[in-house]
């Protein structure tokens, strides 16, 4: 069992800069990929970034791309997510995610566990 709590959200103007930690408990966190997905109001979930286990790959959506950056402290059981040129279209609740066969994924069904989310808000 893998327990998930994201922390960083807040308000920023556009273009400025905010860092998301997600931290994990449970004995097993670096075996699992782990993935950023947000929803914005009456929008489905959608896909932010993905990091296997090992951090060696990563991925990103296009609309992200350039802009954030996925990494992880396997010692410190902590994926971030560091978003720069922040735009209003990011505006939403961050989630981040883990998967035990550590895939880099897109879908929100590969993941097997979730946290309770960090709203980011930014401002025109």
């Known amino acids: 069992q893998v327990q998930l709590v994201e922390s960083g959200g807040g308000l920023v103007q556009a273009g400025g800069s905010l860092r998301l930690s997600c931290a994990a408990s449970?004995?097993?966190?670096?075996?699992?990929?782990m993935g950023w997905f947000r929803q914005a109001p009456g929008k489905e979930r959608e896909f932010v970034a993905a990091?296997?286990?090992?951090?060696?790959?990563?991925y990103y959506a296009d609309s992200v791309k350039g802009r954030f950056t996925i990494s992880r402290d396997n010692a410190k059981n902590t994926v971030y997510l560091q978003m720069n040129s922040l735009k209003p279209e990011d505006t939403a609740v961050y989630y981040c995610?883990?998967?035990?066969?550590?895939?880099?994924?897109?879908?929100?069904?590969?993941?097997?566990?979730w946290g309770q989310g960090t709203q980011v808000t930014v401002s025109s």
């Open positions: 995610a883990a998967d035990d066969q550590n895939r880099i994924a897109t879908i929100t069904e590969t993941y097997d566990y």
């Open positions: 449970g004995r097993t966190f670096s075996s699992y990929a």
């Open positions: 990091i296997t286990w090992s951090g060696g790959n990563t």
